[in-house]
């Protein structure tokens, strides 16, 4: 379907919406396309505060348009003969599914809710200088869960060994909690491009999935 040249347009990220408009996950430009191709899902394009709905073939025709117009405004993906504008959000015209309440509990979630600083020492870092502490370690009982769980810089992991803060003479930043809403939808969201998303996600009681 696409050219084989280098497609920066497919890095990106989709919003994608039940067929309630409820937010479902977040996927990859190229499986969005691949939805859209097979008619599984439709184009929620957001202008002014309005929705349209567009399938593939309209999508390609008002993607010729902005592709003349506001060519800037857009990501974009090269086929053999023509150009397609990524879209923010899609619809699965046939899923009704009810959203995920709960945020996943895995290493990528934890960086995101401490934004990557350590929660010692308060700097903040690559994932490659950060690890998983255990603030009440697992030797006098502590257990895996986002309550004893925290970002960690390897120098302050280190120095706190197998103790607890206090036996560390070492201070949480703050407490660590259960996010209620997953961190990385706010971390997307602080994206020029992705401001289209927030709308669907302001009001809502539950978070959506990465995958």
């Given amino acids: ?38 008619n599984h899902a439709e184009v929620i394009a957001c202008d002014d505060g309005s929705y349209a709905n ?7 025709e008002v993607s010729a348009h902005r592709r003349q117009f506001e060519a800037n405004k857009h990501d974009w993906i090269a086929t053999v003969n023509f150009y397609l504008a990524v879209p923010r959000v899609i619809r699965l015209l046939t899923y009704n599914r009810v959203p995920n309440t709960t945020v996943k509990f895995n290493r990528r979630n934890l960086f995101a809710r401490d934004k990557n600083h350590c929660q010692y020492c308060g700097k903040r870092f690559p994932a490659a200088g950060l690890s998983l502490d255990h603030v009440i ?19 302050c992991n280190v120095k706190k060994g197998g103790r ?11 407490k660590p909690v259960r996010p209620k809403n997953n961190p990385m939808v706010h971390v997307h969201l602080g994206h020029e491009r992705y401001k289209s998303w927030k709308q669907f996600l302001d009001h809502a009681y539950w978070s959506v999935e990465l995958t």
Avoid at 4 to 30: E, F, T, W
Wanted: proline share 4%; glycine share 6%; charged share 20%.
């Fill in 1 to 38: 379907m696409f050219s084989g040249q280098l497609q920066p347009g497919l890095d990106c990220r989709v919003l994608v919406l039940n067929k309630h408009y409820m937010a479902l996950r977040i996927i990859s430009a190229r499986r969005a396309f691949s939805l859209l191709f097979s």
């Fill in 164 to 174: 607890t803060p206090s036996q560390a003479r070492m201070k949480l930043i703050k």
């Fill in 137 to 155: 370690p697992r030797r006098l009982g502590g257990v895996t869960s986002w309550e004893n769980i925290v970002c960690a810089c390897l120098k």
């Fill in 54 to 60: 567009y399938n593939f073939n309209s999508w390609k």
